[in-house]
Structure formats: structure tokens, C-alpha cells
Nanobody, 111 residues
Framework: QVQLVESGGGWVQPGGSLRLSCAASGSIFSTKAMYWYRQAPGKQREFVAGITRGGDTSYVGSVKGRFTISRDNVQNTVYLQMNSLKPEDTAVYYC?????WGRGTQVSVSS
């Protein structure tokens, strides 16, 4: 059974930074693509960033240049470095691997 556990969320002022982590267990992590999604109140869950097993990355347009996804195949962890945060980045952020999801971590950006 795959388990994904997110951490690192919190409250930050606009322009601030946060680093999310997702620890994975129960699968051969290094062979799997990993993704971050987010869901804001009243909105559908949306793709934020992805990283292939080879390290190729992709991002939704609204976060390009501000967010960076990375992975550590020794620690079985995927990260999302979020800089220059905006109020519209406020959401619950979820880690995803194939059909598996974490429980999410709340990110709130406000002054």
C-alpha cells in the first residue's frame, strides 16, 4: 500500500516562501513520476507541478518561475519550493503518485 504524507504548509504573507515535502512509502519511489496538485475553496483540484522519474519537470502556467519541484530518491521524498507566494496560491496542496493521494497540507497566503 502506497502512503503519501505531506508537510510544510502554513501561513505566509504575500511575497513569502514555503517548502512542501511529501514522503512516500510502499512503492519503488525512484521509478514513479510524482505530482503536486492544489484545491482552493470552491474550486476544482488542479495540477501544479510534476516530475518524472528522470527528473523532467512541468508546471501550470500560473506558478512557472515561482515554484520548483524536486525529488530525493534516497529519502523517497518530493518537494515543492514555493517562492513569491500570492493570495491566489492559497489552497490545500496534495501529493500524488498514480492513483494514490496524500491527505494534503494547507497553504494560506494573506497579509
Amino acid at each position: 500500500q502506497v502512503q503519501l504524507v505531506e508537510s510544510g504548509g502554513g501561513w505566509v504573507q504575500p511575497g513569502g516562501s514555503l517548502r512542501l515535502s511529501c514522503a512516500a512509502s510502499g512503492s519503488i519511489f525512484s521509478t514513479k513520476a510524482m505530482y503536486w496538485y492544489r484545491q482552493a475553496p470552491g474550486k476544482q483540484r488542479e495540477f501544479v507541478a510534476g516530475i518524472t522519474r528522470g527528473g523532467d519537470t512541468s508546471y501550470v502556467g500560473s506558478v512557472k518561475g515561482r515554484f520548483t519541484i524536486s525529488r530525493d530518491n534516497v529519502q523517497n521524498t518530493v518537494y515543492l519550493q514555493m517562492n513569491s507566494l500570492k493570495p491566489e496560491d492559497t489552497a490545500v496542496y496534495y501529493c500524488n503518485q498514480q492513483v494514490y493521494w496524500g491527505r494534503g497540507t494547507q497553504v494560506s497566503v494573506s497579509s
